[in-house]
């Protein structure tokens, strides 16, 4: 066994305890599809994004220069993720929120670059939203850095 794939092995091994979506709410209606169902209601790119993990290039999702008052849904279910006064311009080109509404968001360990990352899903499908950092703005501190193509904006009537 190769050295590298012998200490992310290792690494992995002592951090799966701790490597599982685990939601912040204890009762989630959870909607399940199989990816035949998924492919039928959800476009190339978000297909790739929400189900097999993938990240849209930077500076390229229209929701990065949203201004209006709204909210954003995950684009698989349509749960109500965030609102437009959660939202800030981070700088890296992708939608970026401080703040969740409560009991929507689930988290797991990402080793996808090597180093950790924590990586965020919608609690209800499990949809794959984005990573989040902790160098966002007050109060949390935290960079919900979220990719375009997960969500739904419906701009505030």
């Given at each position: 066994m190769k050295k590298r794939k012998f200490i992310k092995l290792l690494t992995f091994g002592l951090l799966l305890p701790f490597v ?124 919900y850095c979220n990719n375009g193509a997960s969500l739904t904006f419906v701009p505030?009537?």
């Open positions: 599982s979506l685990k939601a912040f709410a204890t009762e989630i209606k959870k909607v399940i599809k199989s990816n035949k169902e998924w492919k039928k209601i959800l476009t190339t790119d978000q297909y790739y994004i929400l189900r097999q993990e993938g990240t849209e290039h930077p500076y390229t999702s229209p929701l990065d220069n949203e201004k209006r008052q709204g909210e954003y849904f995950c684009a698989g279910c349509k749960t109500a993720l965030f609102n437009s006064k959660m939202k800030y311009d981070s700088g890296t080109g992708w939608p970026s929120f401080f703040e969740h509404y409560p009991n929507v968001i689930a988290t797991k360990l990402d080793f996808k670059l090597l180093l950790p990352r924590t990586e965020y899903h919608c609690a209800v499908c499990e949809g794959h939203q984005g990573h989040v950092f902790n160098d966002g703005p007050p109060p949390t501190g935290k960079r505030k009537a």
